[in-house]
């Protein structure tokens, strides 16, 4: 018995690895994201796999952090909103420079456009794109500053460099540094530079889309059939690397982004819950009270409409989410005589649902929502005061009227 929960856990765990997902990304950075159109390399990864990658991209040849903070284009971009990442990626050389040169012109305007991206994407999560060192080291500044003389001394600074800034913005780490550096020691064969030994030839963007693919989608990609142009015994290769120095250690890259943990408490009083949120490391939160109605407060009160046991469901920071129940046991006179006004009936519903309220109740909008809250929008007929259920599958749900003495609630059964 127990091996065979052992082998159903292990095929559930493949089956979950392997649901679809849709991801939106916007790609902040130079050529070394432009060339080979790096967002599309990861678009056709996805694919691959069946996923869905919403992407743009403003890279400009030689942009720096600190253009980008005054960019029109980047700027709009980054108001659009609603991204799940914003990656960003320095001016190829400015991070392994001297420190006192990176702290006045790298790290400030990483910490702005960071901030930018939070106010217009709360939910986002910021990905430092760590780039790699040239293949024979910075040649134009060795004499000026000779740890970056050699690819390894570089490299090593960049790493660090990213790194910091990750810890700085409590931001996600996109390591492709990290993985050309494997494929370096470990298949010297794949050639990862162009020919000026700066950018990427297309065995290098390729390493960074899976990269990016791993860290965005949180999966191998080795699930992906995308190989671009490789060969696939190159292709294959090169997802290995990144699983290896990657995927297998996703916690690893993402160490420095808080653990989102919702949870709140509730006090009832009469119909009146009032709630208090105890999440952790979240400022954006989801309510649904379990009767159709939501908030987007920290610490939220509703009056309910109906006495009953109802699921209250809290998402914080787009990410986590906890469901409690909440028992209602009894109304205020005033609510229990406003929700009395309006009857319906049948009960249970099976074609037509038939309203019953006297001259004093306007209807102005109204709507459905099944028991997870899932917001169902209906045609009303006011002169027939009716509204047909008869597409809607068998259950109970919740019909949410305004009206011009207030909000009422009542439950349906559909059969």
């Known amino acids: 018995m127990r091996k065979l929960l052992l082998l159903c856990n292990f095929f559930c765990a493949l089956s979950l690895g392997a649901q679809a997902k849709t991801v939106r990304a916007l790609f902040i950075g130079n ?58 990626q320095e001016q190829s050389q400015l991070p392994s420079f001297p420190d006192g040169q990176v702290t006045s012109s790298v790290y400030p305007y990483a910490k702005k456009l960071d901030s930018l991206i939070h106010i217009h994407s709360p939910c986002a999560k910021t990905v430092f794109y760590v780039t790699w060192g040239r293949k024979n080291g910075d040649a134009g500044n060795c004499s000026n500053f000779p740890p970056v003389c050699t690819y390894a001394g570089m490299d090593s600074l960049l790493q660090l460099r990213y790194t910091n800034m990750a810890q700085q913005n409590a931001a996600v780490l996109s390591p492709v540094a990290m993985v050309w550096r494997r494929l370096r020691n470990s298949a010297p064969g794949i050639n990862l530079y162009d020919a000026d030994e700066s950018h990427p030839s297309m065995h290098g963007s390729f390493a960074a889309a899976c990269t990016f693919y791993a860290i965005m989608f949180q999966k191998s990609p080795q699930l992906s059939t995308y190989n671009a142009t490789l060969s696939t015994a190159d292709a294959q290769l090169i997802k290995t690397a990144v699983v290896t120095t990657v995927y297998d250690s996703l916690v690893y890259w993402n160490r420095f982004v808080p653990a989102v943990s919702a949870d709140f408490t509730v006090a009832v009083s009469g119909a009146t819950a009032t709630f208090t949120n105890t999440s952790l490391h979240a400022s954006v939160y989801d309510w649904n009270f379990g009767d159709g109605q939501t908030a987007q407060t920290l610490n939220p009160q509703h009056t309910y409409a109906a006495t009953g046991t109802y699921s209250v469901r809290l998402i914080a920071q787009c990410t986590d989410t906890i469901v409690k129940t909440v028992e209602i046991g009894s109304l205020s006179i005033r609510d229990q005589e406003k929700n009395n006004k309006v009857q319906v009936y049948p009960v249970p519903a099976q074609e037509q649902l038939y309203l019953n309220y006297g001259s004093d109740i306007r209807i102005t909008s109204m709507y459905m929502t099944d028991m997870t809250g899932k917001k169902i929008l209906k045609s009303f007929n006011p002169a027939l005061k009716s509204l047909s259920v008869k597409e809607l599958a068998t259950g109970t749900y919740w019909l949410c009227l305004s009206t011009n003495q207030g909000m009422i609630t009542k439950k349906i059964i559909v059969r």
Do not use: R
């Open 31 to 88: 050529s070394y994201t432009a060339v080979n159109d790096l967002p599309n390399l990861v678009n056709k990864l996805a694919l691959g796999s069946q996923d869905v990658l919403t992407y743009a991209a403003s890279s400009p040849g030689g942009y720096t952090f600190q253009q980008h903070f005054t960019n029109t284009a980047t700027l709009n971009l980054i108001n659009q909103g609603n991204w799940d990442y914003v990656v960003l």
